[in-house]
């Protein structure tokens, strides 16, 4: 049976309303620590500043005195197929600090040249679950300084980075590697973001909609 031009049209609309965003992963606020940070004057992204030992890359997408969230979690909003995918934002500090996905190391500080790099992964969400990431801070030696956060207990209660939530399924990580000197959560900055993957048979449906309306255009001339 063969599809009409008004049915592909109507395939190709619903299509695209099918692209429509949804949330895939959130902040959780149920542990015992979960509170509010104030974004102080010295932080560097913030204040679109950086010292000679670190670098930033784009507009600051928060600003001195916004709320971030501390002892938060991130979590899956959603039990959908997705893409995450984490950009290196940049750092300050001088000291060894890395991000880690699933235990694996994913960005460092101790190499510049990774700074604005982006790492993308296609997950399966499970609402409420934990997201599987950590930080690590070392010394400039190789041996570890402070404690790991490599597991899924993500909060910040076990290590000090807070969240700033940028606008749905977009989040920045501001970490803190606790060094005594300030703590100011501008130590390593790293951005999560959610999006759709889009499934092959609704691009294929999208793409026979569009068809579809280029025919019956040239069909009226």
Same mark, same amino acid.
Request: glycine residues 10%; proline residues 3%; hydrophobic residues 35%.
């Given at each position: 049976?063969?599809? %009409?031009?008004?049915?592909?049209?109507?395939?190709?609309?619903?299509?695209?309303?099918?692209?429509?965003?949804?949330?895939?992963?959130? *902040?959780?606020?149920?542990?015992?620590?979960?509170?509010?940070?104030?974004?102080?004057?010295?932080?560097?992204?913030?204040?679109?500043?950086?010292?000679? =030992?670190?670098?930033?890359?784009?507009?600051?997408?928060?600003?001195?005195?916004?709320?971030?969230?501390?002892?938060? +979690?991130?979590?899956?909003? +959603?039990?959908?197929?997705?893409?995450?995918?984490?950009?290196?934002? =940049?750092?300050?500090?001088?000291?060894?600090?890395?991000?880690?996905?699933?235990?694996?190391?994913?960005?460092? *500080?101790?190499? +510049?040249?990774?700074?604005?790099?982006?790492?993308? *992964?296609?997950?399966?969400?499970?609402?409420?679950?934990?997201?599987?990431?950590?930080?690590? *801070?070392?010394?400039? %030696?190789?041996?570890? /300084?402070?404690? /790991?956060?490599? @597991?899924?207990?993500? @909060?910040?209660?076990?290590?000090?980075?807070?969240?700033?939530?940028?606008?749905? @399924?977009?989040?920045?990580?501001?970490?803190?590697?606790?060094? /005594?000197?300030? @703590?100011?959560?501008?130590?390593?900055?790293?951005?999560? /973001?959610? %999006?759709?993957?889009?499934?092959?048979?609704?691009?294929?449906?999208?793409?026979?909609?569009?068809? =579809?309306?280029?025919?019956?255009?040239?069909?009226?001339?």
């Amino acid at each position: 049976m063969r599809l %009409s031009t008004t049915s592909m049209i109507f395939a190709a609309t619903f299509a695209v309303s099918g692209f429509a965003s949804a949330a895939y992963i959130d *902040t959780d606020a149920s542990g015992p620590n979960a509170g509010t940070y104030t974004v102080p004057s010295d932080n560097s992204y913030a204040s679109g500043t950086t010292n000679p =030992g670190g670098t930033f890359v784009g507009t600051p997408e928060y600003s001195v005195g916004d709320s971030a969230l501390s002892g938060n +979690s991130v979590v899956f909003s +959603s039990n959908d197929k997705f893409k995450l995918t984490f950009t290196f934002i =940049g750092y300050e500090a001088g000291w060894q600090n890395v991000f880690l996905y699933n235990g694996v190391e994913i960005f460092n *500080t101790y190499d +510049s040249g990774t700074v604005g790099n982006t790492f993308s *992964t296609v997950v399966t969400g499970t609402t409420g679950a934990n997201l599987d990431f950590g930080f690590a *801070t070392y010394k400039f %030696s190789g041996s570890v /300084q402070d404690s /790991q956060d490599n @597991d899924s207990t993500n @909060d910040s209660t076990s290590f000090n980075f807070v969240i700033n939530e940028l606008g749905e @399924d977009s989040l920045l990580l501001s970490l803190d590697d606790d060094n /005594q000197v300030d @703590d100011n959560h501008d130590d390593m900055l790293i951005k999560v /973001q959610a %999006s759709k993957v889009p499934e092959p048979g609704t691009v294929a449906l999208l793409g026979l909609g569009l068809a =579809g309306l280029a025919l019956r255009r040239r069909a009226k001339k």
